[in-house]
């Protein structure tokens, strides 16, 4: 390191006198990282760290794989894997899965784990005064039995083709009675990592499980930085403060790293489908021709270009477009601003139109938004912006519906199911589509699902529901010797089992 | 009454004011502000939020003289609209501040009892509270937007007019001019009309000059952290707060706003200083 | 030349006044102790007549002067005005009587209004005290008044801060003038002058009051002035009148030892000289 | 004297009392339900109403502020919603930051200014004078969060001599943790030293017009000794006045600047905990942010009795 | 031996309004163990003056003429050696004692600085001696204790205080500028007395600064009267006052209410002075006086007039001099 420069004040004048002449960073060795510890970063802070018992994405960002495991695993494709069940068999009529549990498998306290805890975690999810964020997931199981200390016997009320994929979720994942409780801040699983240490508002550090039951993690220390500001997280990987950064929270910045060799960019795909979501009840937006209007008002590539700086897959429905049963119809509403201004003055509305803009903090959101609402202006839409924190979001769009038009990414996988809910903030209520999704949860047979998958997108594509932007990109920067971080984020998660330096 | 004082004043004002360095370049960075901001309404080199996504992040050139911005659109308009965002939340938010601090001393200097001392804890409550922490209140509280930075900021400025007119009035009750005012059978009020706030004009103009940089820096402050005027609208702050995130493709993006804040907050403070030598030759000494 | 009292109605009548001023307490539990500026004074003056309040600073003389004029509320005793109980009258009766009295104060660059015209600051008692003065009424009685002091008509367009400390005086005797008053109460009226300034300020209140029949009440702390303004003095001490009288009585044969300690002080040409050394010098 | 004290220390309870009141009543009326925060956007009513009962929630609105205050005075300041943590736990790391950050802020600010501003006042529109002025008029204007990312540029990218951010933390050793403190500290401390400065030499400005500066020259004693011995501590009254202000403004007023840095400060936390409606954080940190400006507003009192003798009473010697 | 010589000492102030004469060629000797009277209304120069003797006039001010001490030209020397002096040789007393001592330090300090500074005593020497001053001027143990602070005093006592520090180094000079103008009249007597008692016991010269005439007749054994920056009649305060020559000071006596005490009746008219001090900006060619005096002729006006010697002790800047008696 070099010599601390003299006194502030020389500094402070040297900054000031240099800040109009801003010099482009150059190259320089960046510090040697110790071989076997590696610091991530990511943009939000978890409020706690028990899976089981909150919705933000953030907390299985940490803890997902790395402390916690589940009956199964999603790994990097998006498949599921066998975890804490070794292996498992469906009876005929799908209704009852028998998994046999790996063997020699300790908590981090060193208390032993068998089916009790796995009885014990699936009942406390689905009790009544359950605090667990998806408990939709486990609406399907009828009961949980525990013939032995290795197997557990899951019965279903009705079938359910994704029961498997849905205990790998973060909210399904295996605690001890013992530790339950504190979980929030002392979290105690059986994955590759103990937890260390948090500090709050700062980093999450967690070292290698040397008893681990399967093959122990390559990385000695792991620790998560929490950095949300796009500039500073810039700052912080040039400076090598920070090894990698999962998703970075400026997509203007990877031009920046793919220019420094000293860095790795890796653009992959979420399961965040992105959209300019539509109050389809409310006043003219409940005329099909609007929302129609609308869809062809909005240049998909000129909103990816400007918000995410090119990053993002146009989509034309509510999939992803990396999932094998995604149905490309992007070509449905294409960039028409001439038709959108037939289609408005045809419901009406040829004098123009003004409508509510609601925007959560995310940038692609506040940037998106600012876009759309000069495309929609060009074909007389006056789009009122008003910026919301998540909270008045939660309040005024999700819960209250008091909205036209908001822009927001759902990151939740496989989530075409909430169009299909009876309350939804999308207002949207059609009795065939919802016929779909009963069907779907009932056929295990997978060409099956996809093929009903496919219709729900036509469907939703047909009617216009909401606008359908782009799928956001998962843009990975990290140091070029760090091997083995996810590239696409089929599930929210920062698997660090499988990472190391070369 | 009170136009006599001034009317000979505005005319001392520009024969005395001519040799002053301070005021001088004051005044004109000033009105070089103004200008820019009224012109904006009318026109500006392109329309303010035009977007024209391929022509993004273009440094400085012929057509575009500040370059544009990460939606393509032009700087330098964008940041005339800003001058417009900034004086009006500033003027408003100061004229709420004086507005209802300058009377609020005045009662306190002129009533004193039980009055001055609801006054003063009113003043030590506000104190209490770090100004731009009580505007994250304020906005997070019925939103963000440019009328509730204005509130917020205005809220702040209203000690400080108390605080200082109170101030002020208190020593010049004690001052024979008064005492005769008093034995003529004028009431307080009639007093603090004709004598106190007169001669204290000078002292308040000053200190609105002051709080005024001030509630331009405090509103970059709100709209850097996103409280204050909401998009499309531009504002200093949020271009600074949205070109700190390219500081490294486009760093002329970060300077022109920054340069913009600087270069009017400066003018102000000059134009303050030149101001209370001007006005106050008492303070002249203390230059 | 003095004018003798006519022996006529009292203009003013204090009836042993009591003012206490509250002082910082000193301790939590102990009631704040107070300055008794006032102990219990007593005087009058009759229309024409010159009382001089002659006394140290601290001796309460200034306090006086305010509570006369109500400016201060008094803890006990009366005052009449012009015949009537000045603290017992509605507020607009007391306006109403402020015609009567007006007073001069001591600072000259004090008691003038930097930021208002000399016609204006003059004016002030009659736009306050008398209504229905049209603008031309109002215009001739500021330059009556102005000329009545030895300033010209066309000085109530300047400022304060284009006169001198003596015409500052004027102007401000100007402005007690104008209402017609009864009793003009002068606190310490030339201690801030020069000496020849103050001379031509003295000569104008004893023309005044030969003039308009006014009556004072004259505080200074200076006995030679007394001398020539007063026909009465009253020596005040720590907020008592210790000796009063007629001035030449009180000057050849004080009574008091305060009012003799006061006269010996007082540095006289003629009189036997300090022991100083020293020879002649050279030119 | 003690008497003077007594007084304030009243007025600086009912000052809190009316502060917690008000803040009570702001956060009860702020949108925004802190259990949908937390269990998200999937969640369901059933779990959603068990969460508020876990929470208190669904008490009367006085049965809490009473609650509240008397966790106030007996220190039991209630948990975070979100962080299930003491709030204590939670402040007392995060004052482990902002404090030594504002004092090293204070300190950088006042061990510039002073010296600058006795400097210009003794040599009045001399080059020296007018090169502080300049300065200062300089280091006013510039928005500090501007300063910052300007630092952060030079200093930690370019140069790479000093981290762009983030806290090492005090376990780290006191240097490495100081050093991330320094930038943010010049960044804070740049326009508390300019205020700072042109507040010093006014005020010395004034004393040096006093007589009693005049009497010590007419003792022999030079102008740079008038100066120091006697001008000089006349003038720190408003300057200490000023610095009080300033430290309080430094305790919380920095959100920009742990914005800018990514510091877990008292400002951020309180930034947060607005924008997840964790109401008992923000409630706590603000009455503890309210206390901590009055008791340091009234140690300056204090100090004023300390530099200035008139204050301490005394009988008078007649 | 003469300890002080002013010799032509002028004194141009720079002002935003242009150069202003404040001192106009001010001569006068003033011998060890002397005392001066200087007397003159507000704005004649007397302050300015004893500013320049200190060398404390403020910077923006010319001087030219010589001020001798001790034979040594006070205008050549350096600040460095100024300091030497100042205290040591020279010492002052001002007018206002209100605010002439520093509130936040010590009485006992403030007297003690001096013997510091000049002397290097040690902080418990130093510390004795301002006591033994302290008692010396009149503000004996226990009850003025060195350690009260100057608001704890009154303005008599607060002037003795600077008085002490005046006398500290046993300096030759003692200027005391106006030094009772703003106490009462008993306390002045006090002052005044307490004056000529301390420089008389030592050997001290003294130059008293004063308005009042009767203070410098009752005071000082010579004389000075200024005028709008000029000398107008100097000489023993007994040869001056038993013939007033210069028509401004028999004008300033006749304006005087007390000077003259049992003579005139109440009542009657005081003489005045028409007219007022000429600004410093702006000074009339010739006789600074012309223009208010009553025996103004045409050669007042070319050239300020010389100065004129009458009689030994007794000398006057007027070409048409009173002849006869003063009527005392």
């Known amino acids: 390191m070099k010599k601390l420069v003299a006194s502030p004040l020389a500094s402070a004048a040297l900054a000031a006198g240099l800040a109009l002449g801003l010099v482009a960073p150059a190259l320089v060795t960046p510090a040697l990282a110790a071989k076997d510890s590696l610091t991530l970063a990511m943009p939000l802070e978890p409020p706690h760290l028990d899976p089981t018992a909150g919705a933000a994405a953030a907390i299985d960002e940490v803890v997902y794989a790395n402390i916690f495991e589940g009956l199964t695993r999603i790994d990097s494709s998006g498949a599921v894997k066998p975890a804490l069940a070794e292996s498992w068999t469906v009876s005929g009529d799908g209704l009852t899965y028998t998994f046999k549990l790996q063997s020699g498998v300790t908590f981090h306290d060193g208390s032993g784990f068998d089916s009790a805890d796995v009885k014990f975690s699936f009942d406390r999810a689905m009790a009544e005064d359950s605090v667990n964020a998806q408990k939709g997931l486990f609406d399907s199981i009828a009961a949980v039995e525990v013939p032995d200390a290795g197997t557990v016997v899951v019965t279903l009320k009705q079938p359910a083709g994704n029961l498997l994929f849905n205990l790998g979720w973060g909210d399904a994942v295996i605690v001890a009675p013992e530790t339950a409780a504190e979980n929030k801040n002392n979290p105690v699983g059986t994955g590759p990592f103990v937890f260390g240490r948090w500090v709050k508002g700062d980093r999450v550090e967690m070292v290698r499980n040397e008893n681990y039951w ?289 | 009454m009170l136009s006599e004082a001034r009317a000979v004043s505005l005319r001392e004002f520009w024969l005395r004011g001519r040799g002053q360095a301070n005021l001088m370049i004051g005044l004109a960075v000033t009105l070089l502000l103004i200008a820019v901001a009224v012109l904006s309404l009318v026109w500006t080199p392109y329309p303010i939020n035009a977007i024209d996504i391929p022509a993004k992040l273009q440094p400085p050139s012929a057509a575009h003289w500040l370059g544009t911005d990460q939606f393509g659109r032009d700087v330098l308009s964008r940041i005339m609209a800003g001058a417009r965002n900034s004086i ?133 402050g709100l709209s850097y952290l996103g409280l204050g005027t909401q998009p499309p609208d531009p504002s200093w702050g949020k271009m600074l707060n949205e070109a700190q995130t390219l500081m490294f493709l486009a760093p002329q993006l970060a300077i022109f706003p920054g340069l913009a804040i600087m270069a009017t907050v400066l003018g102000l403070n000059l134009l303050g200083d030149g101001l209370r030598d001007l006005l106050d030759p008492r303070l002249r000494r203390l230059r | 030349m003095s004018a003798q009292a006519p022996g006529g109605e009292m203009v003013l009548r204090v009836e042993n006044l009591v003012l206490e001023y509250p002082l910082p307490r000193q301790s939590l539990f102990a009631p704040a102790p107070r300055h008794r500026a006032l102990d219990g004074v007593s005087l009058q003056v009759a229309r024409g007549e010159s009382l001089a309040v002659v006394g140290e600073s601290g001796s309460g003389k200034s306090s006086l002067a305010r509570a006369v004029l109500a400016l201060e509320q008094p803890g ?204 002649t010098t050279a030119p | 004297m003690a008497v003077f004290f007594l007084q304030r220390l009243t007025t600086l309870f009912i000052t809190l009392l009316v502060a917690s009141l008000l803040v009570f009543l702001v956060m009860e009326v702020l949108p925004g339900d802190p259990a949908a925060v937390i269990l998200g956007v999937n969640a369901r009513e059933d779990t959603l109403a068990a969460l508020r009962a876990e929470m208190g929630l669904d008490r ?17 300041l209630g948990r975070s919603y979100t962080y299930g943590v003491t709030v204590w736990e939670l402040v007392a790391e995060r004052i482990g930051l902002s404090l030594p950050l504002a004092l090293m802020a204070i300190v950088l600010s006042t061990v510039m200014a002073i010296p600058l501003g006795v400097l210009a006042a003794a040599r009045r529109n001399k080059a020296s004078d007018v090169g502080v002025m ?61 205020i700072l400065a042109r507040v010093t030499r006014s005020s010395v400005l004034e004393t040096l017009g006093e007589d009693y500066v005049r009497t010590a020259r007419a003792k022999g004693l030079t102008r740079r000794a008038a100066l120091w011995r006697h001008a000089v501590r006349n003038a720190l009254i408003p300057v200490v006045t000023i610095m009080g202000l300033q430290f309080s403004f430094l305790l919380a007023g920095t959100i920009i600047i742990e914005n800018v840095f990514y510091l877990p400060g008292l400002g951020r936390l309180i930034f947060q905990a607005i924008a997840q409606r964790d109401l008992i954080v923000v409630k706590d940190l603000v009455i503890l942010l309210a206390a901590s400006v009055v008791v340091v507003n009234f140690l300056v009192d204090l100090l004023y009795a300390v530099l200035d003798p008139r204050l301490r009473g005394g009988g008078h010697a007649l | 031996m003469t300890l002080l010589s002013l010799q032509d000492l002028s004194v141009v102030l720079d002002t935003p309004e242009g150069p202003a004469t404040v001192l106009d060629r001010v001569s006068f000797d003033l011998a060890a163990g002397e005392s001066l009277g200087i007397v003159g209304e507000s704005g004649c120069g007397k302050s300015m003056t004893a500013l320049a003797v200190m060398g404390l006039l403020p910077d923006a001010a010319r001087c030219t003429g010589r001020i001798d001490f001790e034979g040594r030209d006070l205008l050549a020397l350096d600040e460095q050696a100024l300091c030497a002096l100042r205290g040591r040789c020279i010492a002052m007393v001002f007018q206002e004692p209100m605010t002439a001592l520093n509130p936040v330090k010590s009485i006992g300090y403030q007297v003690a600085e001096g013997l510091r500074w000049h002397l290097g005593l040690g902080r418990g020497e130093a510390a004795a001696r301002a006591v033994k001053l302290l008692d010396r001027v009149g503000l004996p143990q226990p009850r003025f204790s060195p350690d009260l602070y100057p608001h704890q005093l009154s303005g008599g006592q607060r002037q003795r205080v600077v008085i002490a520090m005046a006398l500290a180094c046993d300096p030759a000079l003692l200027i005391a500028d106006e030094p009772t103008t703003a106490l009462d009249v008993t306390s002045q007597a006090e002052i005044l007395a307490l004056i000529a008692e301390v420089t008389a016991a030592s050997g001290m010269a003294l ?31 007994a040869e001056v006052f038993a013939r007033m020559a210069h028509p401004y000071t028999r004008g300033l006596l006749a304006a005087s209410p007390g000077a003259l005490g049992d003579i005139l009746p109440a009542g009657r008219r005081l003489a005045t002075i028409p007219g007022q001090v000429p600004d410093p900006q702006d000074r009339p060619t010739g006789c600074v006086f012309a223009a208010r005096c009553a025996r103004a002729a045409a050669d007042c006006l070319p050239r300020p007039p010389a100065e004129r010697v009458l009689a030994p002790g007794h000398a006057v800047a007027c070409l048409h001099p009173h002849e006869e008696e003063t009527v005392l």
Request: without cysteine.
């Open chain 1, 214 to 502: 399967g093959e122990p993690a390559k990385l000695a220390k792991a620790t998560i930085k929490i950095i949300p500001d796009p500039a500073a997280a810039t700052a912080a990987m040039l400076a090598g403060d920070i090894d990698a950064y999962a998703n970075f929270p400026a997509p203007e910045a990877m031009a920046q790293f793919e220019a420094d060799p000293r860095f790795k960019v890796v653009i992959g795909s979420t399961e965040g489908e992105t959209i300019l979501a539509i109050n389809n009840t409310r006043g003219p937006l409940s005329d099909i021709r609007v929302r129609r209007a609308l869809a062809h008002a909005v240049d998909r590539q000129a909103v990816i270009d400007g918000a995410m700086f090119g990053y993002g897959t146009p989509i034309g429905t509510h999939f992803a477009p990396h999932h094998p049963a995604y149905v490309d119809l992007t070509g449905s509403y294409p960039y028409d601003p001439e038709k959108a201004k037939a289609l408005l003055a045809e419901a009406g509305h040829g004098d123009g139109l003004t409508l509510s803009l609601k925007l959560p903090p995310p940038s692609y959101a506040r940037r998106g938004g600012e876009i759309i609402a000069a495309q929609l202006a060009q074909v007389g839409v006056e789009a009122k912006i008003s910026q919301v924190e998540w909270p008045g979001w939660l309040e005024q769009v999700f819960k209250g519906t008091d909205y036209d038009l908001t822009i927001v990414s759902h990151t939740e996988p496989m989530d075409i199911g909430i169009y299909g809910r009876d309350t939804y903030y999308f207002n949207y209520q059609d009795a065939d589509f919802k016929a779909l999704m009963t069907k779907l949860n009932t056929t295990v047979d997978e060409t099956a699902r996809y093929g009903l998958l496919g219709d729900a997108q036509k469907k939703l594509s047909a009617d216009s529901v909401n606008v359908f932007l782009f799928q956001l990109a998962k843009h990975g920067v990290w140091n070029k010797d760090v091997v083995g971080l996810w590239e696409n984020s089929p599930v929210q998660a920062n698997d660090l089992t499988a990472v190391y330096w070369n």
């Open chain 2, 88 to 220: 009006a939340v500033s003027l408003v938010a100061v004229g709420i501040g004086a507005g209802l601090g300058v009377p609020l001393g005045a009662l306190a200097a002129a009533r004193r009892g039980w009055v001055e001392e609801v006054v003063m804890r009113f003043n030590d409550f506000t104190f209490a509270f770090p100004a731009l922490l009580s505007a994250v209140m304020i906005t997070s509280l019925f939103g963000p937007g440019a009328i509730n930075a204005i509130i917020a900021i205005g809220i702040f400025n209203i000690p400080v007019f108390a605080r200082l007119t109170r101030g002020a009035a208190l020593s010049l009750w004690q001052r024979d001019f008064v005492l005769a005012a008093r034995v003529a059978g004028r009431g307080r009020t009639r007093i603090t009309l004709d004598h106190i706030l007169p001669n204290i004009a000078s002292l308040l103009i000053v200190q609105m000059t002051i709080q005024f940089a001030l509630a331009i820096l405090a509103e970059a």
């Open chain 3, 76 to 279: 006990a005793g009366r005052v009449e005005l012009m015949g009537q109980d000045v603290f017992a009258l509605s507020p607009g009766a007391l306006r109403g009587l402020r015609r009567h009295a007006q007073m001069v104060f001591q600072d000259p660059y004090g008691s003038l209004d930097p930021r208002r015209k000399v016609g204006w600051i003059v004016a002030e008692p009659l736009d306050a005290l008398e209504s229905g003065v049209g603008a031309a009424a109002r215009q001739a009685r500021i330059a009556e008044v102005l000329v009545s002091v030895g300033l010209k008509a066309r000085d109530a367009e300047k400022f304060p801060h284009e006169f001198s400390g003596g015409q500052r005086q004027r102007i401000a005797i100007a402005r007690a003038l104008i209402t017609h008053p009864a009793l003009i109460i002068a606190d310490e009226p030339v201690s801030a002058l020069d000496v020849s300034v103050q001379a031509q300020v003295l000569n104008l209140f004893m023309d005044l009051r030969e003039r308009l029949g006014l009556s004072y009440l004259f505080i200074s702390h200076d006995l030679a002035v007394v001398r020539h303004v007063a026909d009465r003095v009253a020596v005040m001490r720590h907020g008592q009148i210790v000796e009063e009288g007629a001035v030449e009585q009180v000057f050849r044969e004080p009574q008091h030892p305060y009012t003799r300690k006061l006269l010996a002080a007082v540095p006289r040409v003629g009189h036997p000289r300090q022991a100083v050394a020293g020879a």
């Open chain 4, 60 to 76: 009367s609105a006085w049965e809490r502020y009473f609650l509240w205050l008397g966790g106030l005075l007996t220190g039991d």
């Open chain 4, 134 to 194: 300049g300065f200062t008029q300089l280091g006013i204007a510039i928005p500090n969060f501007w300063f910052a990312i300007l630092l952060i540029l030079l200093f930690a990218v370019h140069w790479q001599i000093l981290p762009a951010g983030g806290f090492a933390g005090w376990d780290a050793g006191f240097w490495p943790a100081l050093k991330t403190l320094l930038l943010p500290a010049v960044a804070l401390a740049l326009p508390q030293a300019a």
């Open chain 5, 207 to 237: 130059m008293l600064i004063t308005h009042d005439l009767a203070v410098v007749w009752q005071n000082t054994a010579a004389m000075l009267v200024m005028y709008a920056g000029a000398v107008a009649e100097r000489g023993t305060t």
